[in-house]
């Protein structure tokens, strides 16, 4: 395992620690390396060397058989029912290690296979222990992988449920509801990566420097937790009231589980260049979203700069401690 961090100045700052579990949560982090997600340190967790070499986290734990424990050396397979998980739980001081010291920890991970499901487990466990404002960030399969891994995945979530404060599913499902219907098989997993990027992302930003209106940890502690399952919404626009049509799209999304109006808790990020997030649009928008949210929900707002995103503004929303949960 490294004891490097990635670009992570840790000085009066938020420790914000990102977790992928299994390929999915590696492609994930990959994604956010990629996208230049910084002042968060990642650390990728597999059974699978291979795809750990892949891996461009800092901080690497392979899940490997101990000698000894009787599981033999052999990559779990979906016929080995927890082997992902029990081979965690040998490495639980090194998972406990590597996340010593967190503030928050997100979890990403693929539900349904072995290692993103149950390790995932065995991660945010510790992330509990440690203290952490502990968030996950899984999927759930795709129809076609059939109904045995969604079985799983269900179960996967339950169970990852009762150790995360909140915890985001995106269906891989609804996402092909979002991106062209000539998108290929690669670019399809490629535009989950990206919704969870994003998401991370987002988040991140509201608790460190790069966000213009930026939001004290505590203050994302009290909304996000103990909060549950939770929703999130991406809206994006350019032109001529980019504000509010991002906005509009965000609570029209398609991922969005619950009505807004049965979320307790709602955190909204405006991302953009600082010429495109005109004050009295933003004051219209949250005008907009009070009417339509609950009377009694707690809303956190910030603004995040990112200058890639010329002429355009982009709406991250996550909705959650709903009424009917």
Known sequence: MSNEHDNYDFDDKTIIK?????????NA?????????????YIAVDTDKKALSQSLASVHIPLISKPGDGLGNSLPT????????????????????ALKGADMVFIVAGMGGDTGTDAA???????????????????????YEGSIRSKRAAVGIENLRQYVDTIITISDDKVLNTIDKSTSFNDAFKAVD????????????????????????????????YAGPASMCIGEASGDNATMVAIRDAMNYTLLEEPLRSAKSIIINFIGEPSNLNIVALNE????IVEQANPEANILWGISVDETLVDTVRAVMVAANFESM
């Open 18 to 26: 990102v977790v992928g579990v299994g390929g999915g949560g590696i």
């Open 29 to 41: 982090l990959n994604c956010m390396l990629n996208a230049g997600l910084k002042g968060v340190e």
């Open 78 to 97: 979906n016929a080995d029912q927890n082997i992902g998980g029990k081979v965690a739980e040998e490495y639980r001081k090194e998972i406990r290690d």
């Open 121 to 143: 487990l065995v991660v945010a466990k510790r992330a509990k222990e440690a203290g952490a404002l502990t968030i996950g960030f899984v999927t759930s399969p795709f129809t």
């Open 194 to 225: 990206k919704i969870i990027c994003q998401g991370v992302k987002s988040i991140c930003d509201l608790v460190n420097d790069s966000s213009y209106v930026n939001l004290d940890f505590e203050d994302v502690k009290t909304v996000m937790g």
């Open 285 to 288: 928008v949250a005008r907009s």
